[in-house]
């Protein structure tokens, strides 16, 4: 099946920094999801994005399905975007709520 | 934003029970998929409901079971319970046909097997 692969696995920063979480696949893809999960357990969608660049306040993500790669950029990071950040993606032809998560990239920002 | 409602909200059952959970999907969603997520993982798929059928299924036995209901409400059933079982379940709602093929997932349920 395919692989999806999340780095750095842990990050730490001070309120204020930004960041570039990576995520990395190793087929084609119609379909890729980022998501916050926050400490009680919930799954934030942040974005949709099989192909292309959108942005969402401080957040914003970038894919670039035909290198197999997907950037979330966080700037001006906040306490409350703690928690742990996954890449989702759909392999294409299956069926559309099969999502194939990554390990997920824990970020911590202190105040 | 997410509609998605999920109970209980943690259960506890011992190895051999038989446990059922429930998720009522975000309004205007069609389709419902259950994921196991065990400590320190992302989630994995476990099968997608559409049209009270089953839809795809992931690599788990048949003692997991699902329903979906006219409303797109659905159930999880989980037999012969094992200490492996003991994860968050979650479920995620879309609406197929929609160019944005987002999943909104519920708070989840967080089932310990003693």
């Known amino acids: 099946g395919i692989q999806v692969e999340q780095s750095p696995p842990d990050l730490i920063l001070q309120e204020g920094a930004n960041s570039t979480l990576r995520c990395n696949f190793s087929?084609?893809?119609?379909?890729l999801q980022w998501f916050h999960q926050n400490p009680w357990g919930q799954l934030i969608n942040l974005f949709y994005?099989?192909?292309g660049t959108k942005q969402n306040g401080r957040l914003s993500a970038t894919t670039v399905a035909t290198e197999r790669y997907s950037l979330l950029y966080i700037s001006s990071s906040q306490t409350t975007d703690s928690g742990v950040y996954f890449c989702?993606?759909?392999?294409?032809?299956?069926?559309?709520?099969?999502?194939?998560f990554g390990q997920g990239t824990i970020l911590t920002v202190h105040p | 934003e997410t509609g998605v409602t999920q109970s209980p909200t943690h259960l506890i059952k011992t190895r051999g029970q038989q446990v059922t959970l429930r998720c009522s999907s975000q309004?205007?969603?069609?389709?419902v998929s259950w994921y196991q997520q065990a400590l320190g993982q992302g989630p994995q798929f476990i099968f997608q409901?559409?049209?009270?059928?089953?839809?795809g299924r992931g690599n788990f036995p048949p003692r997991f079971s699902g329903l979906q209901f006219p409303n797109y409400s659905s159930e999880l059933n989980v037999n012969a319970l094992e200490l492996d079982d003991s994860a968050l379940y979650l479920c995620?709602?879309?609406?197929?046909?929609?160019?944005?093929?987002?999943?909104?997932f519920g708070s989840g349920t967080q089932l310990s097997v003693l």
């Open positions: 995620a709602s879309s609406q197929v046909g929609q160019h944005n093929e987002k999943l909104f």
């Open positions: 087929d084609s893809v119609n379909n």
């Open positions: 994005i099989p192909s």
């Open positions: 989702a993606v759909v392999v294409g032809g299956t069926s559309y709520g099969k999502l194939t």
């Open positions: 309004s205007g969603h069609n389709t």
């Open positions: 409901y559409y049209r009270e059928e089953e839809n």
